[in-house]
């Protein structure tokens, strides 16, 4: 019988040993049910044949190319990744829609022994169940944003304050991205349906009565937009603000983007795209600085003529109550440790 998916938790805790999405892994890269491993039965290119065939050419002849296939990559599968498992093994497979790639697959492993099921509903039951919780429902969170001028290292105070018992979501982590126009150095960002996946998967072992720490953003983190409910529940929730003299945010953001200053050319890149905004002036001035090797007075002029202006217009009609004000200090890893500590006495 197939397996009916009702949530994250409910479906950890059912016992499967291994998670198997049979889909291509161009689907599998886009998004995936956490946890789960591929094992494409059709290839990229292989999928689109097939897919060609079913449209242009005759379904029946689509399906007869690709039984042989899965077939073939199937046992390949098997070969190559199942031969260890004894007969009590116990995988859920899923493709697209729970149909014919899934079903063919487990229909192969129940006849080896093995205990295998089918999701019910394949990869489009979990996107739903993530649309539910992330767009038509009302995040169930007490939420509190860590804010603050860029170069206040939150990040490193929120993820501090994690190790000494806060219950964080760390967003920016999860977006692969810092959030700035220097901020996309942590390799390519995840598609918008893998990043919310991610994010209820974040979110599944939570305690809801407890505050959740998110860092303060906007409704976008690079490429990426935050989900509806979970914007909308950092909309309306209180602030805990970090403060550090601008020489000590410069001195922090030069250190930080050191490798992207090691790379000028790309620098340059960034910087040119803010002309439209900063003006070319601005953005002239800047890059001399970069072609002097001047990082910290670079930073210095990003806080004054961009990154703080636009804070402040992002701030301009936000009413949330600040429930905390904390200095920063020096921003060296001593005082982000003594930062943290302070942050979780505030939550309580």
Known sequence: MPYTLTDLTALQDTGFDTIIDVRSPAEYAEDHVPG???????????????GTIY???S???ARKIGAALVARNAATAIERHMMHHD???RPLVYCWRGGQRSGSFTSILQQIGWRAEVLDGGYQSWRRHVVARLYDAVLPFNVIR???LTGTAKTYVLNAAATHGAQVLDLEGIAKHR???LGDIDGEQPAQKGFESRILEALAPLDRNRRLLIEAESARIGTLRLPPALWGAMKASPRIVLEAASEVRARYLAAQYAALVAQPAALTDRLNGLRAIAGHATVDRWLALLRDGQTEALAHALITDHYDPAYRRLRRDDETPVAAVLDAGDLSAEAIDQTARRLVRDLG
């Open 87 to 89: 007969g009590g093994w």
């Open 59 to 61: 379904p029946f002849k």
């Open 36 to 50: 789960a491993v591929n094992m494409p039965v059709l290839s990229n290119e292989e999928r689109a044949q097939v």
């Open 146 to 148: 860590l804010d603050g």
């Open 179 to 181: 959030g700035s126009i």
């Open 55 to 57: 449209v242009q050419d």
